[in-house]
């Protein structure tokens, strides 16, 4: 069974910044399965990414995903108020544990 | 546009059945472009898959729940729904109902409904 690990585990920064979170695998994976979402409290997950690199329908062009094998990431070029929010990676029917990104 | 919508008791009791249907809009159940899935969130926690379904009936479910979960589909009515059975508190959670593509990523999810086991 493969394991995602995403790091941090908490992410501080200040709207405008760059963010890199990262999803590592515990055995290498197809990137075509690999996806990223957005949670804010109280709400369900919003895709992100999917394939590892294509932004889902509506998704500003700020949010990016890449990697491959065992190791991912989703950056965030310029940080807007309300991307603060936690972010899974997940791979098939395994879900990371979540970076949550918060306000610095 | 494709909505889901999760509907049921928001309370069960331990040792009891939890059941949720999710009402699919916008598209139908039998579309060939998805799969059908439920999945979880504990009170705090992450994200836990729990099982899939086809609209022929074909289902995936997670090996750790796998003993007490069933998941069925309904066409006439474009619902799916879940059954847990035996439930105990480490069941409470958000559940999510949600379009599952071939490439297992879900791009259309339910608001969520919470269930919490409690006698």
């Known amino acids: 069974e493969i394991v995602l690990t995403q790091s941090p585990g908490t992410l501080s920064l200040s709207p405008g910044e760059r963010a890199t979170l990262s999803c590592r695998a515990s055995?290498?994976?197809?990137?075509?399965?690999l996806a990223w979402y957005q949670q804010k409290p109280g709400q369900a997950p919003r895709l992100l990414i999917y394939?590892?690199?294509s932004r889902a329908t509506g998704i500003p062009d700020r949010f990016s995903g890449s990697g491959s094998g065992t190791d991912f990431t989703l950056t965030i070029s310029r940080l807007e108020p309300e991307d603060f929010a936690v972010y899974y990676c997940?791979?098939?029917?395994?879900f990371g544990q979540g970076t949550k990104l918060e306000i610095k | 546009q494709l909505q889901l919508q999760e509907s049921g008791p928001g309370l069960v009791k331990p040792s009891e059945t939890l059941s949720l249907t999710c009402t699919v809009s916008?598209?139908?159940?039998?579309?060939?472009?998805?799969?059908w899935g439920w999945i979880r969130q504990p009170p705090g926690k992450g994200l836990e898959w729990i099982g899939s379904?086809?609209?022929?009936?074909?289902?995936y479910y997670n090996p750790s729940l796998k003993s007490r979960v069933t998941i069925s589909v309904d066409t006439s009515k474009n619902q799916f729904s879940l059954k847990l059975s035996s439930v105990t508190a480490a069941d409470t959670a958000v559940y999510y109902c949600?379009?599952?593509?071939?490439?297992?990523?879900?791009?259309?999810w339910g608001k969520g409904t919470t269930v919490t086991v409690s006698s």
């Open positions: 949600a379009s599952v593509t071939p490439l297992y990523y879900m791009d259309v």
């Open positions: 916008g598209g139908s159940i039998s579309s060939s472009s998805y799969y």
């Open positions: 379904i086809y609209y022929s009936g074909s289902t």
């Open positions: 055995q290498s994976v197809s990137s075509s399965y």
């Open positions: 394939g590892a690199s």
């Open positions: 997940q791979q098939r029917k395994t």
